[in-house]
């Protein structure tokens, strides 16, 4: 038995599940056992039997710079050694504040969180409390953590698992969220109208990495600003995965539509827990201590945290790293199409997230989505695993490009792929 099995064993007696996330257990790939992971280094990370993978997944997002950056490392390290957590306020939360401001051009005032559920539900709470009205607007196929009011048709995990929506979210708590389609204009415009009135916001991934990458259709952005206008609605962008990641001001920065709130996570912590969301100060400071909005949160801002995001965000002031993500990006997309070139299957990418579908494609929207070949993903991704290439365990996610992949770890997937599709 692999070690990886011996583990998962022990860990089905100890863990729902045997994982800490559902999509971990990669069942929907096939998989009798998930793999176990040791170690990362760069863009590789090594099972516990000793195998060792070019790694696409990267953590879900948030290892721009790949595993283990030594300066990531470092700065962990001097801050631990300092104390790991307070509760009280720190000049680096003050630092990655601000760069968090500088970065994002929407955000005027930034609250730290621990992690993008966190974020997403309280933005959205802000977004109720500012306006005073209740109902959400989000689309299907879109994630945005579990938080009970967003755990309506979500894309993330329960679409792999094929739940609708979760059991134990009261009906009340999402009979003011209205789901509809992504990319579709008409179907927003007809449920404003009849929402318009308790409409508190629109929540929207401006580029959807969880029912696999979605780009917006052109003008669909500046539709979604235009009717939260014409409605009173906030307009809240998820850029938990697209943020820092298709531009260092995120989908709002490289589609040129500023949102009201901004939720951010993954590469916004630089791999450790932390996420935030942020907006418009006069919406922000409605937040307690000073406004009535409640919310809190005992690791908010943490030291190992905003040391690890501080050498990150400060980092991508370079211009030159978007430049590699974007030409790392477009080699492995034109690498993969070729490969699958004349099959089911087609590849979406914005900037340095992608997807291979088992779908000819386009895929516009989770019903286009959800009509992929998931059994044949499932090959794929074990096809891939035999050749030392680790992708998401689940049709509807994404390959993270990183500054650590090159070359030799584009080549090697790009051949994987052409093997399967010959
Ligand atoms: P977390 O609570 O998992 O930190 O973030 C929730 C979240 C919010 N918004 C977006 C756009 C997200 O993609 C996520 C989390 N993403 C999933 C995978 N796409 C995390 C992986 C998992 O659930 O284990």
Known sequence: ??????????????????????????????????????????????????????????????????????????AVQDAAVGGTTFGAPTEREVELAAEIVDAVPSIEQVRLVSSGTEAAMSALRLARGATRRDRVLKFAGCYHGHADA?????????????????????????????????????????????????????????????????????????????????????????????????????????????????????????????????????????????????????????????????????RLRDPAVYERLEASGAALEAGLREAVAGAPACVQRVGAMATLFCHPGPVRDFDTAAAADTERYGALFRHFLDRGVYVAPSQFEALFVSTAHGEAEIERTVAAAAELFA
């Open 1 to 74: 038995m692999s070690r990886s099995a011996e583990l998962y064993r022990r860990a089905r007696q100890l863990i729902p599940g045997g994982v800490n996330s559902p999509v971990r257990a990669m069942r929907s790939v096939g998989l009798e056992a998930p793999l176990f992971l040791r170690r990362g280094e760069g863009a590789y990370v090594e099972d516990e039997d000793g195998n060792r993978y070019v790694d696409w997944v990267m953590s879900w997002g948030p290892l721009v710079f790949g595993h283990a950056d030594a300066e990531v490392v470092a």
């Open 150 to 314: 967003l755990l309506a048709s979500a894309g993330s995990g329960l679409a792999t698992l094929g739940i609708p929506s979760s059991p134990g979210v009261p009906t009340g708590a999402t009979a003011d969220t209205v789901v509809c389609p992504f990319n579709d204009v008409d179907a927003v415009a007809a449920a404003v109208e009849r929402y318009g009135e308790g409409l508190a916001a629109i929540l929207v991934e401006p580029v959807p990495g969880n029912m696999g990458v979605v780009p917006p259709a052109p003008g669909f952005l500046e539709a979604l600003r235009a009717l939260c206008d014409a409605s009173g609605a906030l307009l809240i962008f998820d850029e938990v995965i697209s943020g820092f990641r298709v531009a260092r001001g995120g989908a709002q920065e490289r589609f040129g539509v500023r949102p009201d709130l901004t939720v951010l996570g993954k590469i916004a912590g630089g791999g450790l827990p932390l996420a935030a969301f942020g907006g418009r100060a006069e919406v922000m400071e409605q937040l307690a201590p000073g406004g009535a909005v409640y919310q809190a949160g005992t690791l908010s801002g943490n030291p190992l945290a905003t040391a690890a995001a501080l050498v990150v965000l400060r």
